[in-house]
């Protein structure tokens, strides 16, 4: 198979991450245009205009991975319904890349690709068409040049939907824990984004590095509204909020900045996808194309100056997995959470109590050449499963240690930072120690939630200097720091911890060896003089070992609650009638209940006294088939739930 038409349908697959394909095989057919920059040079542009005379906002994106594909179907819940289009919609090809290809310069200049988008911009501004107001939306590579084109302040840029990525490039996006992430890398090298050399030179922490991070976080520089919208199954997850955070203290435009992370993983490939309603071997419809629904409620509020009650959303909304719940925040992590540990016991067991005895431990073998394999998680190549999965296969091995705690008597709640402490040992001078953390069900399925690594080398840093070999008999006290997240481990469930020393090839495999060069061959995936390691990890009353949670303290009335102990709506599909149930009193006592459509366009919205009635009838005999969100709205409270009309 031709490099060329492997990379024709790999950039297939990447393009589902931002739509549904419809199963029709009749394509749209676009306005085609080239537009002229300010080196004379041509990109070329698909655009799509709504019926009548507008004038229109337009919605820009631009990608490297074809513009011809979206003809198969538009993003955000548009598809082929050209019908419901109300905006302009321009898609480009990046400079280099596709129809653009002929534009192709040496790209010595960092700023280019934000030039070339205030170009596309001012290109927009003039044409009859446009009514001079441009919004930005895109996924991964397509939302950091949006970060790239807002940096250039174009007048009529006002307002951008960066989706699963941030403007960053950082160290620990390629090495994370020190290691290399090697079916990333890879990934990215197959579809031309080959960083291989430049990361092959700097495998540590330095100067260029600090160079390359200063000059790609920006945040002074964002003057315009965005909505981010990340996953928790995302490898972009910490990174995204990360800059979130920093926009929500230096930004000029701070106070539009918001957020939304679902139950989502990066996408690409297959039905894992941003607001698809399968992820991995997990399932969520309520948050099924709800990314899609607020970011046509951000444009309208923004583009079309409709009163929608944008102004009223809070900064942060965040899906709780488990609970199955959005829940809205002024800030991640929320306030008010405390700490929680279970600790590494006897029997294998993740207790409350720490251990009594003084001298466990518990030893395994790892073998660069037969690595643990990597199922499922925040992966990104196109041959790995992406997403939550069953660990069975890497529990089943003898080359880990498997901690589980008894079955969970009330709801465990975890929102924020998650960390793994541990008292390790190595009979090498160098390995790995890869933490897996599962939500255990009732049936035996140990869906993977979150995983982190650590490259021992690494421990103290990752800077040369901070760099140093292990020592035979020495126990090392290690932290490893997990991504963010906010899993409710239900009653019934158990939580385990899966502790390797190999995720692959999510990451490389360490030889043990010690060797300087941690890549011969300028390989990120070779196996040079590989040396089998006795590792041993510790739990005993004098190196306590952990996982530690960060729990929310609840009150319902004015945090989270569960949706099964908040809101109930039935029936499901509705008719004409569909009821409200709260099981809380104190929840809500007169709502505004707003039912949107898919587009986020409000489609009724009502007061409702309840004279202490925990049931409201609502009629909906004038809605249409179809999915709609139903937004409950109290005292500073909001439960968004998904509704179907069906007759």
């Given at each position: 198979?031709?490099?060329?038409f492997f990379?024709?349908?790999?950039v297939?697959f990447?393009?589902?991450c931002?739509?549904?394909y419809?199963?029709?095989?009749?394509?749209?057919?676009?306005?085609v245009?080239?537009?002229?920059?300010?080196d004379?040079?041509?990109?070329?542009?698909?655009?799509?205009l709504?019926?009548g005379?507008?004038?229109?906002?337009?919605?820009l994106i631009?990608?490297p991975?074809n513009?011809?594909?979206?003809?198969a179907g538009?993003?955000?819940g548009?598809?082929k319904?050209?019908s419901e289009?109300?905006?302009a919609?321009?898609?480009t090809?990046?400079?280099?890349?596709y129809?653009?290809s002929?534009?192709?310069?040496?790209?010595?200049?960092?700023t280019i690709?934000g030039?070339?988008?205030?170009?596309?911009?001012?290109?927009?501004?003039?044409q009859?068409?446009?009514?001079?107001k441009?919004g930005?939306?895109g996924?991964?590579?397509?939302?950091?040049?949006?970060?790239?084109?807002?940096?250039e302040k174009?007048?009529?840029h006002?307002?951008?939907?960066?989706?699963v990525?941030?403007?960053?490039?950082?160290?620990?996006?390629?090495?994370?824990?020190?290691a290399?992430?090697?079916e990333?890398?890879?990934q990215?090298s197959?579809?031309?984004?080959d960083?291989?050399?430049t990361?092959?030179?700097?495998?540590?922490y330095?100067?260029?590095w600090q160079f390359v991070?200063n000059?790609?976080?920006?945040?002074?520089e964002?003057?315009?509204?965005?909505?981010?919208?990340a996953?928790?199954y995302?490898?972009n997850?910490?990174?995204?909020?990360?800059?979130?955070?920093?926009l929500?203290?230096?930004?000029p435009?701070?106070?539009d900045q918001?957020i939304l992370?679902g139950?989502?993983?990066?996408?690409?490939?297959g039905?894992?996808q941003v607001?698809?309603?399968?992820?991995?071997?997990?399932?969520?419809p309520?948050?099924e194309?709800?990314?899609?629904s607020?970011?046509i409620a951000?444009?309208?509020?923004?583009l079309?100056?409709?009163s929608?009650?944008?102004?009223?959303?809070?900064?942060?909304?965040?899906?709780?997995?488990?609970?199955?719940t959005?829940v809205?925040?002024?800030?991640?992590?929320p306030?008010?959470?405390?700490?929680?540990k279970?600790?590494?016991n006897?029997?294998?067991?993740l207790?409350l109590?720490e251990?009594?005895q003084?001298?466990?431990?518990?030893s395994?073998?790892?073998?660069?050449?037969?690595p643990?394999?990597?199922?499922?998680?925040a992966?990104?190549k196109?041959?790995?499963?992406?997403?939550?999965?069953?660990?069975?296969p890497?529990?089943?091995?003898?080359d880990?240690?498997?901690f589980t705690?008894e079955v969970?008597?009330?709801?465990l709640?975890?929102?924020g930072s998650v960390?793994?402490?541990?008292?390790v040992?190595?009979?090498?001078?160098?390995?790995?120690?890869?933490?897996?953390?599962?939500?255990?069900?009732?049936?035996?399925?140990?869906?993977?939630?979150?995983?982190?690594?650590?490259?021992?080398?690494?421990?103290?840093?990752?800077?040369?200097n901070?760099?140093?070999?292990?020592?035979?008999?020495?126990?090392?006290?290690?932290?490893?720091?997990?991504?963010?997240?906010a899993?409710?481990?239900?009653?019934?469930?158990?939580?385990r911890l899966i502790?390797?020393?190999?995720?692959?090839p999510?990451y490389n495999?360490n030889?043990?060896?010690?060797?300087?060069?941690?890549?011969p061959?300028?390989?990120f995936?070779?196996?040079?003089n590989?040396?089998?390691?006795?590792?041993?990890?510790?739990?005993n009353?004098?190196?306590?070992?952990?996982?530690?949670?960060?729990?929310?303290?609840?009150?319902?009335?004015?945090?989270i609650a569960?949706?099964?102990a908040e809101?109930?709506?039935?029936?499901?599909?509705?008719?004409?009638?569909l009821?409200?149930?709260?099981?809380?009193?104190?929840?809500?006592?007169?709502?505004?209940?707003?039912?949107?459509?898919?587009y986020?366009?409000?489609?009724?919205?009502?007061?409702?006294y309840?004279n202490h009635?925990t049931h409201?009838q609502?009629?909906?005999e004038?809605?249409?088939?179809g999915?709609?969100i139903?937004?409950v709205n109290d005292?500073?409270?909001t439960i968004?739930?998904k509704?179907?009309?069906?007759?």
């Amino acid at each position: 198979m031709s490099s060329i038409f492997f990379k024709t349908v790999l950039v297939f697959f990447m393009l589902n991450c931002c739509f549904n394909y419809a199963n029709s095989q009749v394509f749209l057919n676009p306005d085609v245009d080239s537009i002229i920059v300010r080196d004379n040079n041509k990109i070329a542009a698909d655009i799509y205009l709504p019926a009548g005379n507008g004038p229109f906002s337009t919605i820009l994106i631009q990608t490297p991975y074809n513009r011809l594909f979206y003809r198969a179907g538009l993003p955000l819940g548009i598809e082929k319904n050209l019908s419901e289009l109300r905006y302009a919609i321009v898609i480009t090809d990046w400079r280099c890349f596709y129809g653009s290809s002929d534009a192709c310069i040496p790209l010595t200049n960092n700023t280019i690709r934000g030039e070339d988008g205030y170009d596309i911009i001012e290109w927009i501004t003039q044409q009859n068409w446009s009514n001079g107001k441009v919004g930005t939306w895109g996924a991964s590579a397509l939302a950091k040049v949006q970060f790239m084109t807002a940096r250039e302040k174009h007048p009529a840029h006002i307002c951008a939907v960066p989706l699963v990525s941030g403007s960053q490039f950082q160290y620990d996006e390629y090495f994370p824990g020190g290691a290399a992430r090697t079916e990333y890398i890879e990934q990215l090298s197959g579809i031309g984004f080959d960083f291989s050399t430049t990361l092959m030179n700097n495998p540590h922490y330095n100067n260029v590095w600090q160079f390359v991070e200063n000059n790609n976080m920006f945040p002074d520089e964002i003057e315009i509204p965005m909505l981010h919208i990340a996953g928790w199954y995302d490898h972009n997850l910490k990174l995204m909020i990360n800059l979130f955070d920093t926009l929500q203290k230096v930004s000029p435009a701070a106070a539009d900045q918001h957020i939304l992370i679902g139950p989502w993983a990066h996408g690409g490939f297959g039905q894992t996808q941003v607001g698809s309603i399968q992820q991995g071997e997990m399932m969520y419809p309520e948050a099924e194309k709800f990314n899609d629904s607020l970011a046509i409620a951000f444009f309208d509020y923004h583009l079309e100056n409709i009163s929608n009650g944008w102004e009223t959303k809070s900064p942060v909304i965040y899906y709780q997995v488990g609970s199955n719940t959005w829940v809205n925040a002024n800030q991640w992590p929320p306030d008010g959470n405390t700490s929680l540990k279970f600790y590494l016991n006897e029997n294998n067991l993740l207790t409350l109590s720490e251990p009594a005895q003084n001298n466990l431990n518990y030893s395994f073998e790892y073998n660069p050449e037969d690595p643990s394999p990597t199922i499922g998680g925040a992966t990104l190549k196109q041959v790995l499963l992406q997403g939550p999965y069953d660990q069975a296969p890497v529990e089943q091995r003898n080359d880990n240690l498997v901690f589980t705690s008894e079955v969970l008597e009330s709801d465990l709640h975890t929102t924020g930072s998650v960390v793994v402490k541990l008292h390790v040992e190595s009979d090498k001078k160098d390995t790995d120690f890869i933490v897996r953390l599962t939500n255990v069900y009732p049936d035996g399925r140990s869906i993977l939630k979150n995983e982190q690594i650590l490259r021992m080398r690494f421990r103290d840093g990752y800077t040369v200097n901070d760099t140093s070999f292990l020592e035979a008999g020495v126990i090392y006290p290690i932290e490893i720091e997990l991504p963010p997240q906010a899993i409710t481990f239900n009653a019934g469930n158990r939580v385990r911890l899966i502790i390797s020393s190999s995720n692959y090839p999510r990451y490389n495999r360490n030889m043990n060896n010690g060797a300087a060069n941690m890549y011969p061959g300028n390989s990120f995936d070779a196996v040079f003089n590989p040396e089998i390691a006795t590792n041993t990890v510790f739990a005993n009353t004098n190196n306590l070992s952990f996982i530690e949670f960060q729990t929310p303290q609840f009150n319902f009335t004015e945090k989270i609650a569960e949706s099964k102990a908040e809101l109930t709506i039935y029936p499901v599909p509705a008719n004409d009638v569909l009821t409200i149930e709260q099981t809380n009193e104190l929840l809500f006592e007169n709502p505004e209940i707003v039912i949107f459509d898919i587009y986020g366009r409000a489609i009724s919205s009502q007061k409702h006294y309840r004279n202490h009635s925990t049931h409201i009838q609502l009629n909906v005999e004038n809605l249409a088939e179809g999915f709609y969100i139903l937004s409950v709205n109290d005292k500073g409270r909001t439960i968004n739930k998904k509704i179907l009309i069906q007759r």
